[in-house]
């Protein structure tokens, strides 16, 4: 079992329920402490409670990282050398690249929908002719941005993990070759050994 596999696996499984939770949350974003006392409470809005023409473009962002992050979480696990499906070496190779790259696309999709609305949000933090409620980054937003680092950190592991793939089975045939030769060797030369004494015990023995 190949420890690089692990840990691609754990970033890109980690990383793909950061995403889950963060599309799923009502925190993208929130208000301050309100100026009155009477409504000082806080204020919290998500990607499915606005229309905005970015929060759509957000929410797709989101799904199609969520999609992907499944995805290669399935691809990841026919792509390990401890399962027994996925077939040969080098297929189990091919799928682990698969489910790197998928990982990273998805990574990717959660990293650009999450910058899109901080942007948006600390746009209008900012501007100040915006007289509406200025809102805050929200919690998602950071678990977005982990689960998205998670996700690329371990589709990366992934791609570089078929280098190990393909040496694997090349020292391995090198060692096996190297022993049998030596066993030749060692058994030509022992029979040899063998051989010359009870010649020379017979000639003496005659004499």
Known sequence: ?????????VSGVGGFGALVAATASNEWKVTTRASSVITATWVYQGLWMNCAGYI?????????????GFFGSIFALFGMKCTK???????????????????????????????????????????PLFVEQKYE??????IGWAGASLCIIGGIIFCFSISDNN???????N??????????????????????????FDKNAYV
């Open 175 to 200: 060692g096996a070759t190297s022993v049998m030769s030596s066993r030749t060797k060692y058994h030509g030369g022992e029979d040899f050994k063998t051989t010359n004494p009870s010649k020379q």
């Open 137 to 142: 980054l929200g919690a998602a937003l950071f």
């Open 1 to 9: 079992m190949s420890r690089a596999q692990i840990w691609g696996l």
């Open 56 to 68: 759509q473009a957000c929410r797709g962002l989101m799904i199609a990282a969520v999609s992907l």
């Open 85 to 127: 499906v996925g077939g040969s070496d080098k297929a189990k190779a091919k799928i682990a690249c698969l489910a790197g790259i998928v990982f990273i696309l998805s990574g990717l999709c959660s990293m650009t929908g999450c910058s899109l609305y901080a942007n948006k949000i600390t746009t209008e933090f900012f501007d």
């Open 167 to 173: 040496k694997t089975p090349r020292y391995a045939y």
